[in-house]
């Protein structure tokens, strides 16, 4: 009954969408365009090209639910993190687990489960991917654009883009020597020690070395903030935080068909403890802990990309994308943030991933296919020792992971009318892994191989209306439990889904009003949950069945000179259709980490006398952190707001992130045991030159 009722919403959506996309096609006839077509010219909103099928497309002409923000879009917004970016998409949400670094990302309602360390929403940055939980970061400094995809794109990206995909492309070093120097200074707008100050410097220099042939890049960022969190215990700020990052690029073209770059970043937190709180301690103080350690928590992160394009022809083209990333984390934290030593961790982790990806692609008119092949070799190393006044809660982990992956796919779009195309692709990927616990002396390997086909049409109602439907199979890996006492349970499976997806693109009053939507239906088996094998006993297993629906909608409008009117919509319903355990039955409850709806309106102006304001609206829908539905964080709002007067090679900005200061904590995360923090609001104060 439930999937009968799903494909029943998922039908009226989408008789909805293309009915409002009818009228709207009606209502801007063209002999309406054509008594302002000059001042049209001007309210024009600008197209963009994006790789988001790892070839070059108009974003307006991808058969994927996308979101698109280029170098202006970025600022503007004025985006910072990976997490940010979430504002402004659709059905996505980036959960931080109260320190900088560790980030979950769910989109249409699915996220890996904490404890396996995985995503199913991969980041890749330069074509370096970056598929854990820790680490799941990059600094948004010299970006030409970011492409977020939803749905699964397992075809063209693998294992861990079971729900989407978040690109994100760096500019590239030309014959314009430009550069760029930013400096800002804030204050927290509620704090329980400190000052409460922020502080960022940033640079971005690129140029030619030798004119035509070869250029270079650089960029980088130091950022610092004040915690907001004391320890009554030490009269100390908990939560300080400090950033450095750094990138490089250079880049040789010995020819006119050969572009090659070699790009290498790093990226470092130090800071201080967990923005955490025990939860259900007696009494306890709000953005105050009693802890007796002085916690640490310092991580990098260390990527380097050779990419080689070579220009066969004017249509052919062979890419090979060679990555290594590092990241490494030193954590010592009081996990019972108490006067008494009950859980004090001492612990590092260490994750490495060498990739390569060699494909070659062809592009003519509307036919284009792609053919590619994948490897990646993983060393995961997690070591550990908690202290406690009790002796059952004190030990010594020491664990480590190793494996390779393999994979081969192939995309086509191929045209079967002027008006209708067809898109088909299809990637195989097995993936081998060994697991050692140091400790015990148990050794497991365990292999899973994924299958990902995509089939998709499209169809051109009008140049500037297309509409298509899909079907796809997304896919994430299995992996190892790190607790597990039973043999049985030492490994998990790969958990896969089919989504099935409607959507529409359109372009209306010559190109001043664009409107994209999509509705989409999902079928998951195999799910990564996780199971309590008995009261005291917790794994991540396949013990799960669920279904989701929902739906995305953009607008983007330029109703005058200047004046832009953006909002984005997005619903989720995601539910299980069967899963109990040794605690329950959880039949008919909403997946962890799911927020019911996501939504943003803004509203930017800028002159040509150079004043520029905007303001931006964001949303979240409830969202449950167990699956018996217990602990929830409730639906809450955020206002931002930015104001300020640029020239020709100097802006200053007034600016306020949360400037109403709303609190949106979790309580009962970890299935009770915490109440997470969320970040006060900011104003402050930034200066930009650029030469």
Known sequence: MKKRKGWFLLASIAAATFTVTLALNLF????????????????????????????????????????????????????????????????????????????????????????????????????????????????MLNIERIEVLRGPQGTLYGKGAETGAINIITKQPDNE???????????????????????????????????????????????????????????????????????????WTPTDKFDISLIASHLEYNEGGFAYNMFGLPAPQDRKVSSNLDAENNSESDSQSLKIVYD?????????????????????????????????????????????????????????????????????????????????MAGVTSRNIKGDTYAAFANLTFPLTEKLSLITGLRYENEEQDFEDNMSQIKREDLWNGLTPK?????????????????????????????????????????????????????????RLIINGSVYYMDITDMQVVEAISPQERNTTNAAEATGQGLELEMTARVADGLSIMAGFGYSDIEFDKFSDALGNYEGNKNPYAS?????????????????????????????????????????????AKIGYEMKNFDVYLYGKNIFDKEYNTYGYMSGFYTVYSDPGEVGLQLVYRF
């Open 28 to 139: 801007s006839a063209p002999s309406a365009a054509a008594q302002e077509k000059k001042a049209d010219e001007e309210y024009k909103l600008e197209t963009m090209t994006v790789t988001a099928q790892k070839q070059e497309e108009n974003v307006q002409e991808v058969p994927v639910s996308i979101t698109v923000f280029n170098e202006l879009d970025i600022e503007d917004r004025k985006i910072e993190s990976v997490r940010d970016i979430a504002d402004f998409v659709p059905n996505l949400m980036i959960y931080n687990h109260g320190t900088s670094a560790m980030n979950t990302p769910t989109t249409r309602g699915i996220s890996a489960t904490p404890e396996s360390f995985s995503v199913s929403t991969g980041l890749y940055v330069d074509g370096v991917p970056i598929l854990m939980g820790p680490g799941f970061e990059e600094e």
């Open 177 to 251: 020597f430009r550069g760029k120097v930013s400096a800002e200074g804030g204050k927290l707008l509620s704090v329980e020690t400190g000052d409460g100050l922020i502080g960022a410097l940033s640079l971005n220099l690129s140029g030619p070395i030798i004119k035509d042939k070869l250029f270079f890049g650089m960029a980088g960022r130091y950022y610092q903030k004040d915690g907001f969190i004391e320890n009554t215990t030490t009269g100390d700020t908990v939560d300080d935080r400090e950033h450095w990052f750094g990138k490089a690029r250079l880049r």
């Open 312 to 392: 066969i022809s004017e249509s052919l083209t062979l890419t090979s994308v060679t990555a290594n990333w590092l990241y490494k984390q030193i954590m010592l934290n009081d996990w019972d943030f108490g006067p008494e030593t009950l859980m004090h961790d001492d612990s590092n982790f260490e994750y490495s991933k060498i990739s390569e990806e060699l494909r070659l692609d062809y592009s003519a008119d509307r036919l284009k296919w792609l053919v590619g092949l994948y490897y990646d070799k993983i060393h995961n190393d997690l070591n550990g020792k908690m202290s406690s006044m009790f002796p059952t």
């Open 455 to 511: 089939i998709a049409m499209e169809y051109r109602f009008t140049p500037e209306i297309m509409t298509y439907v899909s079907a796809s199979k997304g896919y994430r890996s299995g992996g190892f439990n790190f607790t597990a006492t039973d043999p049985q349970y030492y490994s998990y499976d790969q958990e896969e889904l089919w989504s099935y997806e409607i959507g529409v693109k359109s372009a209306f009053l010559d190109n």
């Open 596 to 640: 019911d709806y996501t939504f943003n309106i803004g509203a930017q102006y800028r002159h040509s006398s150079g004043f520029y304001a905007r303001a931006d609206l964001i949303g979240y829908g409830k969202m449950y952190f167990d699956k018996a539905n217990e602990y929830s964080r409730n639906a809450y709002e955020l206002v931002n």
